[in-house]
């Protein structure tokens, strides 16, 4: 009996792999450079990657090796973020300028190389210099390696939907002239869909995106919020939405017929074409929580068309959410779990070894002398910092050959002065609107675990934060309004199956309690995933210090990395 069991446990190993496919190196060449385009009654010249907007899917499976040649064509300063990808001992391949590498010059190339590990689901790269990541954007995508299948039916198709933003516009000269000025950066006056901004917009009845369904299938929508300045409520007409994984972590299963999106962000849903056959509107609008502040008041919609659908029907539109419908965005949110036992998942660490209150939100700066500004710009901080990015050095090239002066690890733990957060009257308090500026991080060390209490401001208004951890997916504990309170709130946090990501969109005028492990060490960047926010200095970083073992010890740099 016991030898019949061995054969058969030889025999089932022999099989997995067999069927098992090898890790593999997947390359990819990206050409980023001018393209011109006519969207919106306008002809204009965009930054765009092998000419395609979107730029390039890329496809790999668990545990590939990924390659990616750029080759910067553009005229820009350029770097590739691999939004969302832990880049275990690879930190010199995760992207964000003058964080890990200074940027690509133009006429200049580099070769991002990096191995997917431990990751399954979707997520996506984007420009991050400037606002380029508007149009230089792409999805990643991420299967479960040969052999490994999906906690859930496997679906007949699998369609990418990535929601963006646009501008009548070089995107460049909008930030270029609200840095000048101190104002906002103007508005978009488009969102899109793969691209496409739909039938609502002028000139564009023939530039929206369009999926045929076959009656009957189900298939896997791996919706991506790719806009600078927005977060986007989702839904499809007469159809329900099955979430099953967020941030590239699978989910419980959570039946929904709106999404809420933060750029950032990413959500995988399986929609059933189960409606009678006729064409349906898939439609994204603002989610927008600041009060009294101007936004992007449009709709893009594309359209699912059922096979056998006459070509004059004319497609239903699902009613979509008001633009500060917070109830719906913070009910989506909040009610998402992850999926114990499911592939990668991690139980919370339940020792906490570094404890943190960050608040968050905007504030102002004085205008520098003989410019444009008029009166003081806007500026933004974290527990009181405004964040500087180096101009020399990157700062992991200053972490890991022992640079001075390129940063400071002295980021407060908690607010420097603590006040009512939530409480508008604090714009009543002049020095609390200037907050300093600097180059802060938090060191700390490897394999450590860190909690952060994101704490929303008044300061100039409330609003909803998508916080954006490089290197790192977090469990996001609890969420809700108001100061949090550590005597209340804290019998709130869910240990058992918290939502895992790597944006927490964090409630306007509210607070999320997010977990992590620092078990990867490098420099990572943590900053609000609003591109008019990052500028202003809402951000900082985390210094993991090595590992005891060459294993968890950050490798020296590429000989081709790029220089200042």
Not at 345 to 358: N, R, T, Y
Request: net charge neutral.
């Amino acid at each position: 009996m016991e030898r019949h069991f061995f054969f058969s446990a030889c025999a089932l190993l022999l099989l997995a792999a067999s069927t098992a496919s090898p890790a593999r190196i997947v390359e990819h060449k990206f050409y980023v450079q001018n393209l011109t385009v006519n969207k919106l009654c306008n002809t204009q010249i965009i930054t765009a990657v092998n000419g395609r907007l979107p730029g390039p899917t890329i496809r790999v499976q668990e545990g590939d090796t990924l390659l990616v040649h750029v080759f910067n064509k553009s005229p820009y300063n350029l770097s590739i973020h691999w939004h969302g990808v832990f880049q275990r001992l690879s930190g010199w391949a995760d992207g964000p300028s003058m964080i890990t590498q200074c940027p690509i010059r133009p006429g200049c190339k580099y070769i991002y190389k990096f191995t997917i590990i431990d990751q399954e689901g979707t997520l996506w790269w984007h420009a991050h210099v400037s606002f380029l990541r508007a149009t230089v954007y792409g999805a990643l995508i991420i299967r479960p390696r040969g052999g490994h299948s999906y906690p859930f039916p496997m679906p007949y198709k699998e369609v990418p939907i990535l929601l963006g933003e646009w501008w009548n516009t070089n995107v460049f000269d909008v930030e270029k002239l609200a840095v000048a000025t101190g104002a906002a950066p103007n508005l978009s006056i488009a969102y899109t869909i793969n691209g496409w901004p739909g039938d609502l917009y002028p000139c564009s009845e023939n530039q929206m995106y369009k999926l045929k369904l076959l009656q009957g299938r189900t298939y896997l929508l791996r919706i991506i919020n790719a806009a600078l300045n927005h977060e986007l409520f989702f839904k499809i007409a007469n159809h329900k939405l099955t979430v099953v994984s967020i941030d590239a972590r699978y989910t419980q299963p959570y039946v929904t017929n709106v999404v809420v999106t933060a750029p950032g962000q990413t959500v995988d849903v399986l929609l059933t074409a189960d409606q009678p056959v006729g064409s349906y509107y898939m439609a994204a609008t603002a989610y927008a929580s600041a009060d009294g502040v101007l936004f992007d008041n449009t709709t893009t919609r594309g359209v699912l068309a059922y096979d056998g659908a006459p070509s004059s029907t004319t497609p239903l539109m699902p009613v979509l959410p008001d633009f500060n419908d917070t109830p719906t965005a913070h009910k989506f949110y909040s009610n998402l779990t992850g999926l114990v036992g499911g592939p990668h998942w991690e139980p919370v660490p339940l020792k906490v070894d570094h404890e943190m209150l960050v608040t968050i939100g905007l504030g102002l700066e004085p205008c520098p002398a003989n410019t444009s500004c008029k009166g003081p710009k806007l500026s933004a901080s974290m527990n009181n910092v405004s964040f500087v990015r180096p101009t020399s050095l990157s700062m992991l090239q200053a972490f890991f050959f022992n640079v001075n002066g390129v940063y400071t690890t002295d980021f407060p733990a908690k607010p420097t002065i603590e006040f009512d957060y939530t409480n508008a009257s604090i714009n009543n308090n002049i020095p609390m609107l200037f907050a300093p500026k600097g180059t802060k991080v938090t060191k700390v060390k490897f394999n450590s675990t860190v909690e952060i209490i994101f704490q929303n401001t008044a300061i100039l208004g409330v609003e909803n934060h998508p916080m954006h951890l490089h290197g790192f997916d977090f469990h996001v504990l609890a969420q809700g309004f108001g100061n949090y309170n550590l005597a209340i709130d804290r019998k709130k946090h869910n240990f058992i199956n918290p939502q895992m990501r790597n944006t927490i969109a964090v409630p306007a005028g509210g607070w999320a309690v997010t977990r992590f492990t620092a078990n990867n060490p490098g420099v990572w960047v943590l900053h609000c995933h609003l591109d008019m926010h990052l500028p202003l200095g809402l951000a900082t970083a985390f210094m993991v210090e090595n590992g005891p073992t060459p294993e968890t010890t950050l490798p020296p740099p590429p000989v081709d990395l790029p220089q200042c």
